[in-house]
């Protein structure tokens, strides 16, 4: 699915405010390496129903199994393993005998001590993945079953089953060390590597695994349709702490969505929810929804937090000309797109922000192939929509009790005309504080 830079950081799956990230709330990793490749997960969504499913089934068997996995393989083992290759040591006699050994750790004190402790931990690690094989033994997904054929194959190695048959690696004696200090720094380096690669592929999708059964997501049903479609009950946005959740419907038939709401009624919030659930179902990853049923899109592109740029000299208006543009030419290709717009022509006056939105929307209504959300404040333009049959109307409700403002966040179907931004100046005392100036 395509995406570009500018949909990832509106839909905050990456953010320069790690703690405001969709990477932070689903980011369960135990390794500078596994942390590092789930970020690379999320920058990536997939392309194919096949490897959408296949992360589905690797991701599920991560789940029945998360409170088994290996305590012997931890971030400082991996460290200590990786720089064990990085240090100059003296050279260890090739065939260390029981005097040899002794005077090797005698006159070379420090460097044995550093490769008794590597040896230890390479120990830890191989003994790690050998519980790894045999949890995850007849695994239905094809990525996972290459990375258990690699890890057996490697294994395999005689003196690796020989340094697996002591249980205390501490106890080794000398020779034992140098032994198995040669084998592994000399004859198994990149093999060493290749077991922490995969490791840290594991380990980030073990995060997702574990974050799917901490918030109880569901697993999405993707399917390939001549025309897009999202179906979903129940979604929210993760990254609130008590959320509110929708019910979607987006078909080919109404395949436009024109939303409205007040300020701080939830708008953006349920655009960014759509999206993101959108998203991660194209990882392969569970959703933040009961159920959800979709089509297998080929992009995904929003249009929510555009900037001027001063260097330039573009003005937040033509920017967001510029945005709406490059979707327009990005998505007449025929293909299946997701568009989330978020209070298109902010940046110029209102008479000509609803000329310029209405002409947008009268050309985007168009396009069968692709789904929009669009959130407005212009409501005015929804009447003259009303005869096209593909546009839906939903809005969020703001009431006013005791001259407080209240939000219940629920989708209702219609226009919502509320204007209530005097409303927010008076309540928050900046009219007072005006009007005594």
């Given at each position: 699915?395509?995406?570009?830079?500018?949909?990832?950081?509106?839909?905050s799956i990456i953010h320069a405010d790690e703690e405001q990230s969709v990477f932070y709330h689903l980011n369960n990793t135990q390794t500078n390496?596994?942390?590092?490749?789930?970020?690379?997960?999320?920058?990536?969504?997939?392309?194919?129903?096949?490897?959408?499913?296949?992360?589905?089934?690797?991701?599920?068997?991560?789940?029945?199994?998360?409170?088994?996995?290996?305590?012997?393989?931890?971030?400082?083992?991996?460290?200590?393993?990786?720089?064990?290759?990085?240090?100059?040591?003296?050279?260890?006699?090739?065939?260390?005998?029981?005097?040899?050994?002794?005077?090797?750790?005698?006159?070379?004190?420090?460097?044995?001590?550093?490769?008794?402790?590597?040896?230890?931990?390479?120990?830890?690690?191989?003994?790690?993945?050998?519980?790894?094989?045999?949890?995850?033994?007849?695994?239905?997904?094809?990525?996972?079953?290459?990375?258990?054929?690699?890890?057996?194959?490697?294994?395999?190695?005689?003196?690796?089953?020989?340094?697996?048959?002591?249980?205390?690696?501490?106890?080794?004696?000398?020779?034992?060390?140098?032994?198995?200090?040669?084998?592994?720094?000399?004859?198994?380096?990149?093999?060493?590597?290749?077991?922490?690669?995969?490791?840290?592929?594991?380990?980030?999708?073990?995060?997702?695994?574990?974050?799917?059964?901490?918030?109880?997501?569901?697993?999405?049903?993707?399917?390939?349709?001549?025309?897009?479609?999202?179906?979903?009950?129940?979604?929210?946005?993760?990254?609130?702490?008590?959320?509110?959740?929708?019910?979607?419907?987006?078909?080919?038939?109404?395949?436009?969505?024109?939303?409205?709401?007040?300020?701080?009624?939830?708008?953006?919030?349920?655009?960014?929810?759509?999206?993101?659930?959108?998203?991660?179902?194209?990882?392969?990853?569970?959703?933040?929804?009961?159920?959800?049923?979709?089509s297998l899109f080929d992009g995904l592109l929003s249009n929510i937090h555009v900037v001027d740029n001063i260097?330039?000299?573009?003005?937040?208006?033509?920017?967001?000309?510029?945005?709406?543009?490059?979707?327009?030419?990005?998505?007449?290709?025929?293909?299946?797109?997701?568009?989330?717009?978020?209070?298109?022509?902010?940046?110029?006056?209102?008479?000509?922000?609803?000329?310029?939105?209405?002409?947008?929307?009268?050309?985007?209504?168009?396009?069968?192939?692709?789904?929009?959300?669009?959130?407005?404040?212009?409501?005015?333009?929804?009447?003259?929509?009303?005869?096209?049959?593909?546009?839906?109307?939903?809005?969020?409700?703001?009431?006013?009790?005791?001259?407080?403002?209240?939000?219940?966040?629920?989708?209702?179907?219609?226009?919502?005309?509320?204007?209530?931004?005097?409303?927010?100046?008076?309540?928050?005392?900046?009219?007072?504080?005006?009007?005594?100036?």
């Amino acid at each position: 699915m395509q995406v570009d830079k500018t949909t990832l950081q509106d839909l905050s799956i990456i953010h320069a405010d790690e703690e405001q990230s969709v990477f932070y709330h689903l980011n369960n990793t135990q390794t500078n390496g596994g942390r590092e490749y789930l970020r690379y997960i999320l920058s990536k969504p997939l392309d194919t129903l096949a490897a959408i499913t296949d992360t589905q089934l690797l991701i599920k068997q991560l789940i029945a199994i998360e409170q088994e996995w290996p305590v012997t393989i931890t971030n400082g083992t991996i460290m200590v393993v990786e720089r064990f290759f990085e240090t100059q040591i003296n050279f260890y006699p090739s065939h260390p005998t029981v005097i040899s050994s002794y005077y090797y750790k005698i006159i070379n004190a420090a460097d044995y001590s550093i490769t008794k402790y590597s040896v230890e931990h390479s120990h830890s690690l191989l003994k790690g993945f050998w519980q790894i094989l045999n949890l995850l033994n007849g695994t239905e997904s094809k990525q996972l079953q290459t990375w258990l054929e690699h890890i057996a194959l490697m294994l395999q190695r005689p003196f690796v089953q020989e340094l697996l048959q002591y249980d205390n690696p501490k106890k080794l004696t000398p020779r034992q060390v140098l032994y198995f200090a040669n084998h592994l720094r000399f004859h198994f380096k990149q093999q060493l590597f290749e077991l922490i690669d995969i490791y840290n592929r594991l380990d980030a999708y073990l995060s997702l695994a574990v974050a799917s059964k901490k918030f109880q997501f569901s697993f999405p049903v993707i399917t390939e349709t001549e025309k897009p479609l999202i179906t979903a009950e129940a979604l929210y946005h993760l990254q609130l702490k008590i959320p509110v959740s929708y019910n979607v419907e987006l078909t080919q038939h109404k395949n436009f969505l024109f939303l409205t709401g007040a300020n701080m009624a939830g708008k953006s919030t349920f655009i960014k929810a759509t999206g993101i659930a959108v998203y991660l179902a194209h990882l392969g990853m569970s959703v933040p929804a009961k159920n959800m049923q979709l089509s297998l899109f080929d992009g995904l592109l929003s249009n929510i937090h555009v900037v001027d740029n001063i260097l330039k000299g573009e003005s937040y208006f033509f920017n967001e000309v510029q945005r709406i543009k490059k979707t327009v030419e990005k998505i007449n290709d025929g293909k299946k797109w997701l568009i989330l717009i978020d209070e298109l022509f902010k940046g110029t006056n209102v008479q000509d922000a609803m000329k310029c939105s209405t002409t947008v929307i009268e050309g985007l209504r168009k396009m069968q192939n692709v789904l929009f959300v669009l959130s407005t404040h212009l409501y005015e333009i929804g009447d003259d929509l009303k005869k096209h049959s593909n546009i839906q109307f939903k809005y969020f409700e703001t009431s006013i009790k005791d001259d407080e403002l209240e939000f219940s966040y629920q989708l209702k179907e219609g226009i919502s005309n509320d204007r209530l931004g005097y409303l927010i100046l008076r309540k928050e005392g900046v009219v007072e504080m005006l009007e005594k100036l």
